[in-house]
């Protein structure tokens, strides 16, 4: 990791709601995975982004590729998902929603169920450990794969909603924005939210793609991750906005993505300053913590500092951030609970 974070924002209680699980692989368990497949000849170089370091988005997507390979079998997805549990739950996450693109393998005889299977395997697994964190999964549809793979999606996620004791709450659409057109999505998308699962769909994370984001806004998705350039002083539009505010959808916002990936030109300039302004429900999240080489306390620290926010104000942020969550009341309930209970220890 490029620092740590000082001891409040590791001891404040976290909601991580925006966390690709092959995104947020750690060194050490790049360690073991390179250890297992050294046929491959990866270095670190090509799985992480570090210290001062910028990428294209488009080298982003290569990084994935990479730990794709990397990350191949169920036993390889088992430990990456179970360390990945883990390190945020050290990290002072209490609840995490992960999100993950089923894969298959041709020579690993992994299928798409199988993948799914095994990411809610290690969440119970985390679970019976005793690991303090409530976990809930996401599955992700991966644009540029287009409309059929999509809907399957959509049918695998609806198969798990019904049947996986409530672990898998939602559906992200996610993959290279610059990749296939989300038109060709829709009706997997609107299967989706008629069968009862929430969306997280990526949007506006490139310029010039008001019309795309338009179509999507009109669903509505119950969350946006990024929108990172919806609003009129970046190029998107007043209207794009007041569908935004007018359904009220919280936005996930990943400060160092965005400026790792060269969306975002520096933190100061970071769309979160425009949405939290306006006191619309902005989420702190890490995006790929293993990729861009931070985690949830040092992304809070980094908007307090980059924005002046007072301790306060980032427990409230924190706080408010359980109201964005997929699960349900009760879920919300309960950490509102752990929060109250947890704020003397924090502020001593
Ligand atoms: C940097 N901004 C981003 N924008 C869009 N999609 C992203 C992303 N970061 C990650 N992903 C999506 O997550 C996958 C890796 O995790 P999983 O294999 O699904 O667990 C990537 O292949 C991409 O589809
Ligand atoms: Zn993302």
Redesign the pocket.
Known sequence: MDNEADVFYRELPKVELHA????SVSVRTMEKLISRKPHLNVEHSMTAIGKGQRRT?DE??QV?KV??QL?DTEEDILMVATDVIREFAADGVRYLEL???P?EGINTGLTKKRYVETVINAIQQCKNEGVDIDVRFLV?I?RRNGTEVAMETVKLAEEFLLSSDGLVVGLDL????KVGHAKDLLPALHKAKNCGLKLSL?LS?VPAQQEESDLLLNLPPDRI??GTFLHPEVGGSQSLVDKVLKNNIPLEL?LT?NIK?QTVPCYSKHHFKYWYQLGHPSVICT??KG?FCTDLSQEYQLAATTFGLSREAVWKLSQQAIDCIFAPETMKKQLKQKWTDLQHQVFQ
């Open positions: 690709h699980l092959n995104g988005l982003c997507f994935f730990i794709h990350v999100r993950s693109t894969r992700a991966d996610s993959g290279d924005p990526h994370e991750g990024h990943c993505s990936g995006d790929d990729v």
